[in-house]
């Protein structure tokens, strides 16, 4: 089907454990993102891709790692998760750079570390 | 301070009520915006861009002030479907290309 999807979209999980959640979209859009959403603190981002192989920091990528070595995939990984990364995160993907683009979100995975 | 802020509300209003969501932004460089609507922690959707003129869209008028650095939405007749979560949303410049900064949201819950 065409659009963002992510997967899986509910997991449980234990400190110290490597997870990867995973994104993909259908519009081969260029840029992808990585938000995380957290009571009071609206969505945060974490990673973005402007292409394939070209990634940057967002404003709290601390604890994850991201690749992108495919324009439709953009997976996110915890390389040790803690409970502080307990949370819902969304991927999000634009055509281009510009600023009046609209990013399109996937359904979110919740993501529970005990 | 946060980057983009807003009252989380809840406003509780009945259907047919009008209602005003006001959101201000810290970041001079930033140079558009949006406001996203969310429902039940679904995924965040565009409801409507910013322009600087103000625009509307049916029900909808939403406002921006450069120079206050502020923006709003306004809600004509309530209804029971416009229950969800607004986010205000700020585009500004980054390395590559411009990212999106979310307030927190303001709850809007409408009753019959």
């Known amino acids: 089907d065409a659009g963002i999807t992510q997967s899986p979209r509910y997991k449980i999980t234990e400190t110290g454990r490597q997870v990867t959640l995973m994104c993909h979209q259908t519009?081969?859009?260029?840029?992808m993102f990585w938000y995380r959403q957290d009571l009071g603190h609206g969505l945060r981002l974490i990673y973005y891709?402007?292409?394939?192989?070209?990634?940057d920091k967002g404003e709290v990528p601390d604890g994850y790692v991201v690749s992108r070595s495919k324009t439709e995939n953009f997976p996110l990984t915890l390389e040790s998760a803690t409970r502080s990364q307990t949370s819902v995160y969304f991927c999000?993907?634009?055509?281009?750079?510009?600023?009046?683009?609209?990013?399109?979100f996937g359904p979110g995975t919740r993501l529970t570390v005990l | 301070r946060k980057e983009v802020e807003q009252d989380p509300g809840p406003f509780n209003v009945p259907e047919g009520a009008t209602v005003a969501f006001n959101c201000t932004y810290s970041?001079?460089?930033?140079?558009?915006f949006f406001w996203y609507r969310q429902d039940c922690r679904k995924e965040p959707k565009l409801l409507m861009s910013?322009?600087?003129s103000g625009n509307e869209d049916g029900r909808f008028t939403a406002q921006l002030n450069r120079a206050s650095q502020y923006i709003s939405l306004l809600i004509r007749d309530s209804k029971l479907s416009d229950s969800a979560t607004y986010l205000c949303?700020?585009?500004?410049?980054?390395?590559?290309?411009?990212?999106?900064?979310f307030g927190a949201g303001t709850i809007l819950r409408v009753k019959s």
């Open positions: 999000a993907s634009t055509a281009g750079p510009s600023q009046y683009n609209e990013q399109f």
């Open positions: 519009w081969s859009h260029s840029y």
């Open positions: 891709s402007a292409a394939a192989d070209i990634t």
């Open positions: 970041n001079s460089a930033s140079q558009s």
């Open positions: 910013v322009y600087s």
């Open positions: 949303v700020v585009n500004t410049p980054m390395e590559y290309g411009n990212k999106l900064v």
